[in-house]
């Protein structure tokens, strides 16, 4: 498995120390730079250039939003993870404006953490359910930076029939009843959408669709 390389910047030590150590259990990522907040990761990214950086959205000096709209600028080849405690729309936001490919919530499972580094390095962007379908068009409606290209998927005609209504925040049931179809049947192209695009949530689907036009915005 390719090596992924790591940065770290949160001012809260005891959160780094229990961060590095669930990564330093995964033999495929590498944690190469470590900073308290946004001006020293900066610095450090001058001898260093990671992968992916995990970044905290409040932290002394330079914030997260501050330090991810300017590793944006200048390194755009880095994906850039934000970690926080808010789980609220307008954090969530402000950080994807700034540039970010993901936001994840500090108290996430070490799985899922694992997860959405992986995530992020490979699909170029990570969202939680908690980013609804909703938002995710209003952030791709004002500001696509930061989401990554959309992988190539081939779609046959109903799937991307079912897509489209995936995106509009049908259920199930509801897309069953418009199309004519059972539920177990959509629940088979659902998950077959998700298996083509790569995506393990609907906000990567909406992100796809949105990419490649075939939904409007």
């Known amino acids: 498995m390719e090596k992924i390389n790591l940065a770290i910047a949160d001012d809260h030590k005891i959160f780094r120390q229990g961060l590095k150590a669930i990564l330093l259990d995964c033999d495929h990522l590498n944690l190469v730079a470590e900073a308290s907040n946004g001006k020293e990761l900066l610095g450090l990214l001058k001898e260093k250039t990671p992968d992916v950086v995990l970044i905290d959205i409040k932290m002394p000096e330079m914030d997260g939003m501050q330090a991810t709209a300017a590793i944006r600028h200048t390194y755009p080849g880095i994906r850039v993870l934000a970690l926080s405690m808010h789980n609220e729309d307008k954090y969530i936001v402000d950080m994807m404006r700034a540039g970010a490919n993901g936001y994840l919530l500090k108290n996430a499972e070490p799985e899922e953490i694992i997860s959405a580094i992986s995530t992020v390095h490979e699909k170029g962007f990570y969202f939680n359910e908690h980013l609804s379908v909703t938002l995710v068009k209003q952030l791709l409606g004002q500001n696509s930076s930061g989401t990554g290209e959309a992988p190539d998927a081939e779609l046959n005609e109903r ?3 079912v897509l489209k209504l995936i995106c509009q925040e049908m259920t199930n049931v509801e897309i069953a009843d418009k199309l004519f179809l059972s539920v177990r049947t959509v629940e088979g192209y659902r998950t077959r ?14 992100i796809y669709a949105a990419k490649k036009g075939i939904i409007e915005l």
């Not at 959408?193 to 909406?206: A, C, Q, R, Y």
Request: overall charge negative; cysteine-free; aromatic content about 6%.
């Open 193 to 206: 959408l998700f298996e083509k695009i790569g995506s393990k949530n609907i906000v990567g689907l909406v």
């Open 159 to 161: 799937e991307i029939e």
